[in-house]
């Protein structure tokens, strides 16, 4: 069985719970996504299914020639399967797949800050504010060490890059699971900004 589905985000709202709770969601178009392609250990050397989302504005020949019992697709992705029986190219997986009140798995790219210095992208205090020190309010400081090692250790935190990472939320709550339209509406954070492509799976916890 298939356990997860292509979608995308597209932004958050608040519904109110039985109780009459206010509850903040993100709401997840989810699917409709079609089979394009089964992987089997035979002859792949793994088990997948792979799934298309999404309707493509231009493909490379390449492209259509994979895809072309199934769609255009403008989104490709797997997902690996223990068993692959009953699952047949050209089947359709849409929001069915999940219920209300079950844990989840998103993963999306997280929105990108473009280069951030130490203190946005680390957390540092930056230095004194007093004794002279009219420039190094938020200066990284030191990096190196003496004549031993005599170098920068990898992986120090400094200034650079900041966002735009593969981020994944797990145990996400489902609030409201809409099979017609396709929607899901989560509760908590996605990471990513709006329109932005996510991979929804169930949660190896238990709800």
């Known amino acids: 069985m298939i356990n997860g589905i292509i979608g995308k985000k597209l932004g ?8 009459g709770k206010v509850e903040p969601v993100t709401v997840l178009e989810v699917g409709p996504c079609t089979v394009t392609q089964v ?3 035979e002859n792949d050397g793994y088990v997948a299914a792979q799934l ?8 490379a020949k390449a492209e259509k020639g994979h895809t072309k019992d199934t769609g255009e697709f403008r989104h490709l992705r797997e997902f690996r399967l223990e068993d692959v029986s009953g699952v047949e190219v050209g089947s359709k ?3 069915s797949l999940f219920s209300d009140g079950e844990l989840i798995d998103v993963t999306g790219i997280s929105k990108g800050h473009g280069f951030a210095g130490g203190v946005k992208r680390h957390g540092f205090h930056g230095g004194p504010k007093t004794h002279g020190q009219s420039d190094r309010h938020r200066a990284p400081g030191s990096i190196g060490s003496t004549t031993t090692p005599g170098r920068v250790y990898k992986g120090t935190r400094m200034a650079g890059h900041m ?4 981020v994944t939320v797990r145990c996400l709550k489902v609030v409201k699971a809409d099979t017609e339209k396709n929607l899901l509406l989560v509760r908590g954070a996605v990471p990513g900004g709006k329109n932005g492509l996510i991979i929804v799976k169930k949660s190896k916890k238990s709800s």
């Open 12 to 19: 958050m709202t608040q519904v109110y719970s039985a109780s």
């Open 39 to 41: 992987k089997t250990l």
């Open 52 to 59: 298309g989302f999404g309707t493509a504005k231009r493909l």
């Open 93 to 95: 997986v849409d929001a």
């Open 163 to 166: 966002g735009h990472d593969q």
